[in-house]
């Protein structure tokens, strides 16, 4: 929308009467300077705004240079700030200078999220710093994804993390960042080694760079090394009886997303001295996607099959040291919770290898992505084996952009059926499927699976995102607008399907639209 000068005066008028205001959203808006300029001075003068306004969001607004400096002015005051997201406002590393010196004298920020603006420049990457630094004792999520920071000014910026003990997630992708060994330089190189320092880290995406095998290893043998100070600490502080831990850690579950960043077959995970037999052990959550990785997913599959922390010492390490992380693995959890394996194998048959792991991994596996990955009908079949046995526990399932055509997808779709039957008529071990995404995009799934897909709704109470995109389903005959109207209205309010890009024909495309008409919350095209 266009907020004009018009419109900020209604806004301040309203800001005016509110005397217990938590959130502020600014989303699409080409907020003009003289726009900034009013909320700046109101936000100088609103004693109740200052000290209520917890979460401030101003994204996609497209800020020119003027308005810039009365952004400034705006955010200064608002010193109770804890969340902050400035996402794809269009900062440049000039523009972002009057930002942070404002931002500097805040220290009770939480988060903070710069995704999408064009920092690159050691001056931008020093005021950023100076702001993680500022806010070091507090900050527990930074989100600095796709904002230009190459190797040439990262450095400052990790270091800076570094600082930020209470840290737990972070995002670091779309830089273009390498793995360059050495202090100047090499941004994941020293996050690598300082990992340590960050004892809450749960959560690294470093996905879409170029860190290559060296990188995913070095990042895996620094949370290794955060574990054995850990259990060193631990164990130190065990003698003294009702020993607290404060501020060494809990290093509990890890979610690490290294997409898209050229690693290759050359990968180390079967070596006696590799880091993956600390991670299959130790990591909740992998993204591993579009990787040319072959046959290599298998050993990482079966990795996390039949890893134990139990397994043989290492070179360079204490004998004790596995024997004390296999303790420490029983106290946290570590069974595998997500697997992001899209576009990772060209000939590979990859089903062998994960079917085993949804029996060895059932009540556990939560998220698994198979997108792209060349899987065949009769792959399709298996796989529906294995879900409708052993996939209860799944809340995310996507095989989009694989060739399964109607009996393809419909093996997926029957075997969900007949898991929602299995729990009712189970009597040793009840349990309730929870399925809450299907992806079948670009699948070549036609009218009967996609008509025996969105009946899915009606058995899973959970369900709520159904990607149908893109695959060869003749619309009009799916009849949904009669049965959207006949359907329970708790049902037709969660539901959200994508059916943009079915079949050539016209009347198929106007029957898309006349649906996302007619239903513009179910027939959203983004979930």
Partial sequence: MSFGVAECKRVCRLLQQT??????????????????????????????????????????????????????SFLQP????????????????????????????????????????????????LYVSDVIRTNCSKLQSLNLGFCGLDDSCIGSVV???????????????????NYTEGWAGGGVWVLARGLHMLPFLTYLDVSSNCIGCAGVEGLLRGFERRDEIFLSKRESSSSSSGARLDGIGCCGALWLNVGHNYVTEALDVCSESSPWHWAFSRLQGLDISHNPLNDKIAHIVSGFMFSSGSSGSSSGRGVGYRGCLSSFSSSFPSALRSLVLSATVVSFPIISCVSPLLQLQQGCLLELDLRGNGLTAHNALQLGFAL????????????????????????????????????????????????????????????????R?????????????????????????????????????CIRERMRIQLHGNSACRASENEYYRLETAYPFIFSSDF
């Fill in 388 to 451: 409708s046995l052993y996939g209860g526990s799944l809340k995310i399932l996507d095989v989009g952009d694989n060739p399964l055509y109607d009996d393809g997808c419909s093996s997926i779709i029957d075997a969900f059926f007949s898991l929602q039957q299995r729990s009712f008529s189970s009597c040793l071990r009840p349990f309730v499927p929870s399925l809450v995404h299907l992806g079948l995009e670009n699948s070549y799934a036609g009218e009967k699976s996609c008509g």
């Fill in 453 to 489: 897909a969105i009946e899915l709704f009606t058995l899973y109470s959970s369900l709520v995102c159904l990607n149908l995109k893109g695959n060869a389903c003749y619309l009009p005959s799916l009849s949904l607008g009669p049965k959207l109207l006949h359907m329970d209205p």
């Fill in 78 to 125: 608002l010193t109770s700030l804890g969340t902050l997201s400035l996402s794809d406002s269009f900062f440049r590393a000039a523009d972002v200078s009057p930002v942070c010196t404002a931002l500097v004298s805040h220290t009770q920020v939480k988060e903070l999220c710069l995704f999408g603006n064009n920092l690159q420049s050691d001056d931008g990457a």
């Fill in 159 to 177: 270091q800076a993390c570094l600082q930020c003990t209470q840290l737990t997630y972070m995002n670091l992708s779309q830089n273009g960042l």
């Fill in 19 to 72: 005397t217990r205001l938590r959130e502020l959203h600014f989303h699409c808006d080409h907020l003009t300077a003289a726009s900034w300029k009013g909320l700046a001075v109101l936000s100088k003068g609103h004693l109740c705004l200052q000290s209520s306004l917890e979460k401030l969001s101003v994204c996609k607004t497209f800020l020119k240079k003027e308005s810039v400096q009365h952004l400034a």
